[in-house]
């Protein structure tokens, strides 16, 4: 109890009130010191104090009482005392003071002056009226959190479903080409071989006969027949001998004529060579989508009228004149299912919108596209900036100007795509598209309007 007691009259702090150099005393026993001093100091420390001021520290009270409190609960007085009486003033607990949050008698009034006072029932009631109010709200609260909890566990269950299909869909699609890979491998392969093995039975065949041409050759050196004649001494029966023998040498000599080397040679060129760049020409015969059977070149000036000129590459596109101050170039027979892929070469424009869309084309002078249209759209405006046509204009921030947009349309999977062609780096995608149209018909086209500047 030494921390509570007044320096002054060394009994506990009554009214503690505390100075500015932070000494504590009982109010009554300030003032009374103050009242005798020509210059008000702290007792305590004789720092200077002739403002005179202080303030009640209402803490340091609560914390005596409670500790008085408790002491006396230690001392064994009955309970009915420490919960219905003033531990000061012996009197009964009617008051509530409600900036300081506890009870009062009648004489505890004078210490909270300026405060609120509620009676013992009605501070019960407001005070449970508030606590069933945050009860409420955190049940409100707790119930919100678990429904959104819920939803972050779906969405995170939907993204590890989807990213396991979008593997599935990457396995697939590149053990297409794994496969078509190894398929030409092994053919090139099978086909070197075959050649190999072509080339060297015609010159084991050749190497056969030379080597049937040598035996007959040695076997000719050493004829014991053609050695007796060597040595044979009578003129007349060498001469009459030798008209055999000289045909003989003809037809050995006719038959050595005969032989040569088989000089055959490997093509190299198809097995050596530009094989990277042959294979991938073969290899874009099996892509799904072709990507050489649709593409879009833009030429023209960048001031919305009639004057711009298109340049088709493909007779399957044909070009549409559809407003007095709007031209696109359209697929013209558009495509219901599958997945399909388009370039749309725009160079150095400084503002073009490409996009697909399934609209009729009925359109207003103020017109802007936006998906609920059925228009899903890349822009770039004022030479410096991407959109997209959301409801909102979504701004994109690309590290390279693109000078072709690659369009990629999935009808099943209702998914638009947009891309760099040059590098094929992902620009854009729309997904969950879900056409109104009763008979929708995809097309991609390359747009003379540009949205939210009408």
């Known amino acids: 109890m030494e921390e509570f007691i007044c320096p002054v009259c060394l009994d506990l702090l009554n009214v503690p009130v505390t100075l500015v150099c932070g000494h504590n005393f009982c109010k009554s026993c300030i003032d009374t010191v103050w009242e005798s001093e020509k210059?008000?100091?702290?007792?305590?420390?004789?720092?200077?104090?002739?403002?005179r001021k202080y303030a009640v520290n209402r803490l340091l009270a609560n914390v005596i009482k409670r500790v008085q409190i408790q002491c006396r609960t230690e001392e064994g007085p009955s309970p009915c005392q420490n919960e219905q009486l003033c531990w000061e003033h012996k009197k009964s607990l009617e008051l509530f003071c409600d900036e300081d949050k506890s009870l009062l008698c009648s004489q505890c009034v004078p210490e909270h002056h300026g405060h609120t006072f509620l009676t013992v029932n009605e501070a019960l009631d407001v005070y449970k009226n508030k606590v069933m109010a945050f009860l409420c709200r955190q049940e409100s609260s707790l119930k919100y959190f678990k429904e959104i909890q819920c939803q972050q566990e779906r969405k995170m269950s939907e993204v590890t479903a989807i990213s396991s299909g979008l593997q599935q869909s990457i396995l697939s699609e590149f053990e297409k080409l794994h496969q078509f890979l190894h398929e030409k491998e092994k053919h090139l392969v099978q086909q070197l071989k075959e050649e190999e093995k072509g080339i060297l039975r015609q010159m084991g065949e050749n190497l056969k006969k030379i080597k049937e041409d040598i035996n007959a050759i040695q076997e000719s050196v050493s004829n014991t027949q053609l050695q007796q004649q060597l040595q044979q001494q009578d003129t007349v029966t060498f001469?009459?001998?030798?008209?055999?023998?000289?045909?003989?040498?003809?037809?050995?000599?006719?038959?050595?004529?005969?032989?040569?080397?088989?000089?055959?040679?490997?093509?190299?060129?198809?097995?050596?060579?530009?094989?990277?760049?042959?294979?991938?020409?073969?290899?874009?015969?099996?892509?799904?989508?072709?990507?050489?059977?649709?593409?879009?070149?833009?030429?023209?000036?960048?001031?919305?009228n009639l004057e711009g000129q298109a340049n088709l590459t493909n007779p399957f596109l044909s070009w549409l004149r559809l407003h007095d101050k709007c031209v696109s170039e359209l697929g013209s027979e558009g495509f219901k299912t599958g997945r399909h892929y388009c370039e749309v070469e725009v160079g150095n424009m400084t503002q073009w919108t490409v996009g697909v869309t399934t609209n009729c084309f009925n359109w207003k002078k103020s017109f802007a596209p936006r998906p609920q249209d059925e228009y899903w759209t890349l822009s770039f405006i004022n030479g410096n900036e991407y959109m997209t046509n959301e409801s909102l204009p979504k701004f994109l921030i690309l590290s390279v100007k693109p000078q072709k947009i690659g369009v990629y349309v999935d009808c099943n999977e209702g998914q638009v795509s947009f891309y760099n062609a040059n590098d094929m780096s992902h620009i854009y995608t729309f997904t969950g598209i879900s056409t109104v149209s009763t008979n929708p018909i995809f097309r991609i086209a390359s747009f003379n309007f540009f949205p939210f500047l009408a």
């Not at 210059?39 to 403002?51: H, I």
């Open 39 to 51: 210059q008000p100091s702290c007792p305590q420390c004789r720092e200077d104090c002739r403002a």
């Open 239 to 304: 001469l009459k001998e030798i008209k055999s023998f000289t045909e003989r040498l003809k037809a050995d000599k006719a038959k050595g004529d005969r032989q040569s080397i088989v000089d055959l040679s490997l093509t190299t060129g198809v097995y050596k060579g530009p094989l990277q760049y042959s294979v991938w020409k073969e290899m874009k015969s099996i892509l799904n989508p072709d990507l050489s059977n649709l593409s879009i070149k833009i030429e023209g000036d960048e001031d919305l």
